[in-house]
């Protein structure tokens, strides 16, 4: 896909059934099954100006995801949910990163991530293209009036419950026969619209902004940062050694983390620590003493005093409230 303009909705339908070599069995539903890949595209527009595209293709040869979007007069934003298929060039040009997943990113038209699928991956994530008609959806007015106002943003979002729930939901829906998708994944893509709209309300919208255009060099430096406090919870991160081997200027990765992410290097793995010793905790395996020292706590107060001010109550008060 090297580059391709993109005008509107129908074009871009086209493009693709073109490009993969597919049938359209139904208005909206793709199905591809050829030397390129096999599986399905789903459209599914909203409004003339918001639509959404679920992919669940194998793909039997490597494929280049390079769109230009820039011509768009109908759409403005993309965002991208539970991406575990794209690898992107890193620092290292003969070692490209992969980039995974299960939440979401936003952005504006121009700086939508090129990436490549490799072949025997599975091509599965669900695409937005949207326009201010969205943002003017969002019910707190200074939210929406930071995007409406951003000549250029890029956000990550992580999976939240709601969002957890429905990747599951979709998982099962993949089972259905291609008659029943086309009816029940009309009503999903409904939900994880408003879904979206809500998660917008996450945002930092003092963290700044770098004034620059990301490169795919810098993404993938950010995410790989990322990658690297989520592969280990229990110890805090030195975040001037991962802000060296970023090879990026560490002023700038600092800002663009920030401004992607919601938060600082280590405030960011503070609150993903937080996140997974609750869900432990829900799990009912480990005590507390053993959480608290399982994820690098100094000790059980300690671990008692962080939950309640992250939480707002004990963590006995807290199972007691959530527990099934």
């Not at 918001?50 to 979007?69: A, G, H, K, P």
């Not at 990550?156 to 009816?183: C, G, V």
């Not at 003092?206 to 993938?220: C, L, M, Q, V, W």
Request: charged share 25%; net charge neutral; with cysteine.
């Amino acid at each position: 896909m090297q580059g391709k303009k993109i005008h509107d909705f129908n074009q871009h339908k086209q493009w693709l059934q073109n490009y993969f070599q597919g049938e359209f069995i139904h208005p909206n539903y793709l199905k591809i099954d050829n030397e390129i890949g096999k599986g399905f595209i789903y459209f599914y527009k909203i409004h003339p100006s918001n639509y959404f595209m679920l992919f669940r293709i194998e793909v039997f040869q490597d494929l280049s995801i390079q769109f230009d979007y820039s011509q768009s007069e109908y759409f403005k934003y993309v965002a991208s949910f539970f991406n575990n298929d794209f690898w992107i060039e890193s620092k290292d040009k003969n070692e490209p990163l992969e980039i995974k997943w299960k939440g979401f990113h936003t952005c504006t038209k121009d700086l939508a991530i090129d990436g490549t699928v490799r072949k025997g991956q599975l091509l599965k994530h669900i695409q937005l293209f949207y326009s201010e008609d969205a943002l003017n959806e969002v019910d707190d007015y200074s939210i929406s009036h930071y995007f409406l106002n951003k000549k250029q943003f890029f956000h990550f979002f992580e999976e939240q419950p709601d969002l957890y729930a429905f990747r599951l939901m979709i998982l099962e829906i993949l089972n259905y026969s291609p008659t029943l998708q086309t009816k029940v994944l009309s009503v999903k893509m409904q939900e994880l619209y408003y879904i979206f709209i809500n998660s917008l309300k996450k945002v930092d919208i003092d963290a700044g902004n770098s004034a620059k255009r990301i490169t795919n060099k810098e993404f993938a430096a950010l995410f790989k940062i990322r990658e690297s406090i989520l592969e280990d919870l229990s110890t805090k991160p030195d975040v001037a050694q991962l802000v060296e081997d970023s090879g990026v200027e560490k002023h700038l990765i600092q800002q663009l983390f920030h401004e992607v992410f919601g938060h600082t290097i280590y405030n960011y793995f503070t609150i993903r620590r937080m996140e997974k010793v609750r869900d432990v905790m829900l799990e009912e395996q480990l005590s507390t003493s053993e959480i608290a020292d399982k994820y690098g706590f100094t000790h059980l107060q300690h671990f008692s005093n962080s939950f309640k001010k992250h939480y707002g109550l004990s963590p006995k008060k807290y199972l007691l409230l959530h527990k099934d």
